[in-house]
């Protein structure tokens, strides 16, 4: 017999893939799409707190990760293919609808999500990346544009090979400057260092740590550096590959609000702030339900705060059933 709240794998065959999923829980639904460099097992924290409050939740490995299927075609990351999971998610669970909750890149498909499949979207939480109304140009040019000949790691993951190669050299080592470099505030993405064009990869430029911080156990470390020596940095990168071709894909619905109700939520120390602040969000998100800042959190903001993002949405999930 399984507890209520008991994690459960499993792999869900859609969308012209296999998705590995953790799921636990049941009731209405929620989907939990992680980012880059992350896995499902990101939300181990969240997945037994919601199921406990009431819901059923699934947290896949996206696709290029972990035990998913990692396509080799750049293409098959597109925001459509990516939606598109979370959508068959919702098939295989036979729900109609659920709750999108998405940090980093994950929380881009949310968004994406929201706007391109309303009518499956119950309500939307984006973490650490808000919604991102459509440029006026294809992100790489507009970043060329601003950034002149400056080192930026979404330009510099744009040449298939170069950047995978960096990141898979040595997958304890970027993990743990990854995930322990970038927590808490520590190393700053956006720095004059960070950007200087010297001839340095992406690894390099990230902070080192002496030890670990108490919210990652080595043994939490050690599974994502199992798994990413395992299945490389390939699938991840693709992603970023896809952010011109996802800006003409969603052309159609550019000028499109959130009319869904939302959420953001934020480390305030998350070094992604400085290049895409929530102020963005401002006017097109139609019933925001809040902008709640972590304070002295970093990135990882749902693995550094699990207590305060599982209240966060919790009481997001529970405003949506009143």
Same mark, same amino acid.
């Given at each position: 017999?399984?507890?209520?709240?008991?994690?459960?794998?499993?792999?869900?065959?859609?969308?012209?893939?296999?998705?590995?999923?953790?799921?636990?829980?049941?009731?209405?639904?929620?989907?939990?799409?992680?980012?880059?460099?992350?896995?499902?097992?990101?939300?181990?924290?969240?997945?037994?707190?919601?199921?406990?409050?009431?819901?059923?939740?699934?947290?896949?490995?996206?696709?290029?990760?972990?035990?998913?299927?990692?396509?080799?075609?750049?293409?098959?990351?597109?925001?459509?293919?990516?939606?598109?999971?979370?959508?068959?998610?919702?098939?295989?669970?036979?729900?109609?609808?659920?709750?999108?909750?998405?940090?980093?890149?994950?929380?881009?498909?949310?968004?994406?999500?929201?706007?391109?499949?309303?009518?499956?979207?119950?309500? $939307?939480?984006? /973490? &650490?990346? *808000?919604?991102?109304?459509? #440029?006026?140009?294809?992100?790489?040019?507009?970043?060329? @544009? =601003?950034?002149g000949d400056s080192f930026f790691y979404i330009l510099y993951f744009q040449e298939p090979g170069v950047a995978e190669a960096d990141l898979g050299?040595?997958?304890?080592?970027?993990?743990?400057?990854?995930?322990?470099?970038?927590?808490?505030?520590?190393?700053?993405?956006?720095?004059?260092?960070?950007?200087?064009?010297?001839?340095?990869?992406?690894?390099?430029?990230?902070?080192?740590?002496?030890?670990?911080?108490?919210?990652?156990?080595?043994?939490?470390?050690?599974?994502?550096?199992?798994?990413?020596?395992?299945?490389?940095?390939?699938?991840?990168?693709?992603?970023?590959?896809?952010?011109?071709r996802n800006w003409e894909l969603m052309e159609p619905v550019g000028q499109d609000?959130?009319?869904?109700?939302?959420?953001?939520?934020?480390?305030?120390?998350?070094? $992604?702030?400085? /290049? &895409?602040? *929530?102020?963005?969000?401002? #006017?097109?998100?139609?019933?925001?339900?809040?902008?709640? @800042? =972590?304070?002295?959190?970093?990135?990882?903001?749902?693995?550094?705060?699990?207590?305060?993002?599982?209240?966060?949405?919790?009481?997001?999930?529970?405003?949506?059933?009143?």
């Amino acid at each position: 017999m399984t507890g209520p709240t008991e994690v459960r794998e499993r792999t869900i065959a859609t969308n012209g893939v296999e998705l590995h999923v953790l799921e636990a829980g049941e009731g209405p639904l929620v989907v939990l799409a992680h980012g880059f460099p992350e896995l499902g097992y990101s939300w181990r924290h969240q997945l037994p707190a919601i199921a406990a409050a009431g819901h059923r939740v699934l947290a896949p490995d996206m696709r290029g990760y972990g035990r998913s299927t990692r396509p080799e075609a750049t293409e098959d990351y597109d925001i459509l293919n990516l939606t598109g999971d979370l959508i068959g998610l919702m098939d295989d669970a036979g729900e109609e609808q659920a709750v999108i909750v998405g940090h980093d890149w994950g929380s881009i498909v949310a968004w994406s999500t929201a706007v391109l499949a309303p009518e499956r979207v119950l309500g $939307v939480v984006g /973490m &650490s990346v *808000p919604f991102l109304p459509r #440029g006026p140009m294809p992100p790489t040019q507009l970043m060329r @544009m =601003v950034l002149g000949d400056s080192f930026f790691y979404i330009l510099y993951f744009q040449e298939p090979g170069v950047a995978e190669a960096d990141l898979g050299r040595d997958a304890a080592v970027t993990m743990r400057r990854m995930l322990a470099g970038l927590g808490s505030g520590n190393g700053d993405a956006a720095s004059a260092s960070a950007m200087a064009n010297d001839g340095r990869g992406f690894v390099e430029r990230l902070g080192d740590v002496d030890e670990l911080p108490g919210w990652l156990s080595q043994e939490e470390l050690d599974h994502y550096v199992a798994e990413f020596a395992r299945t490389g940095f390939q699938g991840g990168v693709s992603w970023y590959r896809n952010l011109d071709r996802n800006w003409e894909l969603m052309e159609p619905v550019g000028q499109d609000k959130v009319e869904l109700p939302s959420l953001f939520i934020s480390g305030s120390k998350d070094p $992604v702030l400085l /290049m &895409s602040p *929530p102020a963005v969000m401002d #006017g097109w998100l139609a019933d925001h339900r809040g902008t709640i @800042m =972590v304070e002295g959190a970093g990135h990882w903001v749902q693995q550094e705060r699990p207590q305060e993002v599982n209240d966060a949405l919790i009481s997001f999930l529970d405003s949506l059933e009143t």
